[in-house]
């Protein structure tokens, strides 16, 4: 990460229309892995898998101190660039911390009143109705809230590693944790520097996908965050959708 945290400081010094942090690199590395493994993402609807054509990366978000959090969904973050993914990052999330987001606002408040028999139910089929069948809930919740990814950064409490499970009413294909950063003595090159290190824990639900398939994320991913400056998207393998694989098919036919 020692690249990464030299690449952010030179990006903040360059402009100030936008701070760009940590948690933005990590959400827009992991857009772009998602864009590598289009042909997987979608939704389980009935029983079955349903593909998308948009995807969506959610950002968990803790507001006064960890004591709610807050998804910022940006969808198809790959097409824009890191500083146009921070952008709409940090204008939602000054809203959800200045209580702006009503529909978040509204949809948490039954949970201060209602008792956990009836919330479980209730908050399995909006959800399912929400994020599954991408139907919107009026004064409960938007259509496109959640993304089929979440990253939630526990580096921001002072914690250094966290394994965060699946959350069955957001329905997401994954979840990835990252921890705070460190400075750690490394062998690079047959010398001890002092690196910048950090933890992140990755949780996947095998009903979407085993490991060989989400790999092109995990290498991305991966990739992005040791150089963020120097990435290059096209070097790393895809799973395009079969429609782009027809397509491509025809084109080199003709």
Request: glycine share 8%; net charge positive.
């Amino acid at each position: 990460m020692t690249k990464a945290v030299k690449y952010l400081e030179e990006l903040n010094k360059e402009q100030s229309e936008t701070k760009v942090t940590m948690t933005h690199l990590m959400g827009f590395g992991l857009s772009q892995g998602l864009y590598k493994i289009r042909r997987d993402i979608g939704r389980m609807a009935f029983g079955s898998f349903k593909h998308s054509k948009k995807i969506g990366m959610t950002v968990l978000v803790d507001v006064e101190g960890g004591s709610d959090l807050v998804p910022i969904t940006i969808f198809d973050g790959h097409e824009g660039t890191l500083l146009d993914f921070a952008k709409k990052c940090n204008e939602r999330v000054m809203r959800a911390k200045n209580k702006q987001d009503k529909t978040h606002t509204q949809s948490t408040a039954s949970a201060n009143f209602l008792p956990s028999f009836l919330i479980q139910p209730l908050l399995h089929w909006v959800s399912y109705l929400n994020v599954t069948l991408n139907l919107p809930i009026p004064g409960m919740a938007k259509k496109d809230t959640h993304g089929h990814y979440i990253l939630t950064n526990v580096g921001t409490l002072g914690m250094t590693q966290a394994f965060a499970p699946l959350c069955p009413p957001m329905h997401t294909l994954g979840l990835c944790c990252a921890g705070k950063i460190r400075k750690v003595p490394l062998m690079i090159d047959g010398k001890v520097e002092i690196q910048s290190v950090i933890n992140t824990t990755n949780t996947g639900d095998h009903r979407y996908a085993d490991a060989a398939v989400v790999l092109p994320l995990a290498n991305v991913y991966k990739s992005y965050l040791t150089n963020p400056k120097d990435f290059d998207l096209t070097a790393f393998k895809e799973n395009v959708h079969y429609k782009e694989k027809e397509a491509k098919l025809k084109e080199t036919a003709q």
